[in-house]
Each structure stands twice: as structure tokens, then as C-alpha cells.
């Protein structure tokens, strides 16, 4: 059971302007969301998380949206730099994590 | 502080054998999940121990199993191998429930 979907496999964006990563839940009880970064040949590496008590979370380039109506959560990366090129992951959390599929992210220079 | 670390990084089997993979997780945190990822796919839970307890576990076969020591360190076995079970076995840790997990880099399995 997919209960957190990535549906766009990949993303490629021009360097300097906005990325937009989204993801979809359909657990009502999640209650703390994820974002991490994957490189090749590399474990993920954390980005951002969200409480679901809160809409919006933001770290320097990264803002993390929560739309609990909607059960939609999204990444912004502002502005995208190439070294951002990876793929991406959202996991949700209900007693354990669910992870996406992930999205490959694509900036060009 | 040293980040999560596994061993081995890459490991060949042949199909009906067994492999144990080991993770020690960040100082001071006390949960480690395991996850399997293929190609394609996103990360699938396998299980999460906390204090030497299996809190968690997902669906897979009972070919897969875990344990946790009284250091926090982990070890994850998959018996009688599939060509199916090669993957990208990935450990995480945190301190407890509801905090941010970290990976480690992985233990790359392939099963011939």
C-alpha cells in the first residue's frame, strides 16, 4: 500500500529559479513529515521536516508546505543551484516511516 | 560526532545463502530502522528497534531479521537468498520516536 506517492519521477529545472517538489498522503494520522536528499552510491541525507501542527517550515533555500486538507506536502528550493541535482524523497511518519519514490531533481547550469 | 556507519558497503552472495549486514548508529541514539531499496522503488521499512526491542516491522518474509544490542548497534540477517533481494540495504538512526532519522551509506547486496 502506497501511502505516500511522489507522482513526478523526475524534475528539471534552470539554475537560479524555483524547484518545486511534491507529494502526496493518504494517512490522516501522520503527524510529522520528511524531506531527504539522495545522492548515488550515498545513504539519504536530511533536508527539513514538518510537524503537522504547522503549515510551513523554511531552512535558508528550503521551505517545506503542509496542506493537511489537502494531505499535500511540498518542497521549495529557492533559488536551485546545480549542486542540488538529486533525487528527492518525502516520508511521513505513523509509528514508522513511509517513504516516496522519489524524484529525480535535475538543475541545470 | 561520527554519523551512522555500515558494514560491509558491498557484499556478492549466491542465491540460498545467508548474509548479516551491520549498523552502528550516531552516539547517543537508541532507535535503528532498516530499509531496503530497488531500483524504482522508494525506501521499504523493514524494521525498527529501540532499546533492544523490535517496535516496528514491515512486510517481508521472515527471511529477514534484525536484532539490537545493548549498545544500540544493529545487525539486520536475510536467510536463504533471492535474486530478488538485491538491493541497497539501508540502516537510520534517532533518539527516540518522533525525531529526525539519519542514514547511513548503505550496504549494496547482490545476489547471484
Known amino acids: 500500500d502506497q501511502q505516500v506517492k511522489q507522482n513526478s519521477p523526475s524534475l528539471s529545472v534552470q539554475e537560479g529559479r524555483i524547484s518545486i517538489l511534491n507529494c502526496d498522503y493518504t494517512n490522516s494520522m501522520f503527524d510529522y513529515f520528511l524531506w531527504y536528499k539522495k545522492y548515488p552510491a550515498e545513504g539519504p541525507t536530511f533536508l527539513i521536516s514538518?510537524?503537522?501542527?504547522?503549515d510551513k517550515n523554511e531552512d535558508g533555500r528550503f521551505t517545506v508546505f503542509l496542506n493537511k486538507s489537502a494531505k499535500h506536502l511540498s518542497l521549495h528550493i529557492v533559488p536551485s543551484q546545480p549542486g542540488d541535482s538529486a533525487v528527492y524523497f518525502c516520508?511521513?511518519?505513523?509509528?514508522?516511516?513511509?517513504f516516496g519514490s522519489g524524484t529525480k531533481l535535475n538543475v541545470k547550469p | 560526532k561520527a554519523g551512522v556507519t555500515q558494514t560491509p558497503r558491498y557484499l556478492i552472495k549466491t542465491r540460498g545463502q545467508q548474509v548479516t549486514l551491520s549498523c552502528s548508529p550516531i552516539?547517543?541514539?537508541?532507535?535503528v530502522s532498516w530499509y531496503q531499496q530497488t531500483p524504482g522503488q522508494g525506501l521499504q521499512f523493514l524494521f525498527e528497534?529501540?532499546?533492544?526491542?523490535?517496535?516496528n516491522k514491515g512486510n517481508f518474509p521472515g527471511r529477514f531479521s534484525g536484532r539490537q544490542f545493548s549498545n544500540s548497534r544493529s545487525e539486520m540477517n536475510v536467510s536463504t537468498l533471492e535474486l530478488g533481494d538485491s538491493a541497497l540495504y539501508l540502516c537510520?538512526?534517532?533518539?527516540?520516536?518522533?525525531?529526525?532519522?539519519?542514514f547511513g551509506p548503505g550496504t549494496r547486496l547482490l545476489v547471484l
Open positions: 514538518i510537524s503537522s501542527i504547522k
Open positions: 528497534y529501540f532499546s533492544e526491542t523490535q517496535r
Open positions: 516520508a511521513a511518519e505513523f509509528n514508522k516511516f513511509y
Open positions: 552516539s547517543g541514539h537508541r532507535s
Open positions: 537510520a538512526s534517532r533518539m527516540g520516536p518522533k525525531e529526525t532519522q539519519y
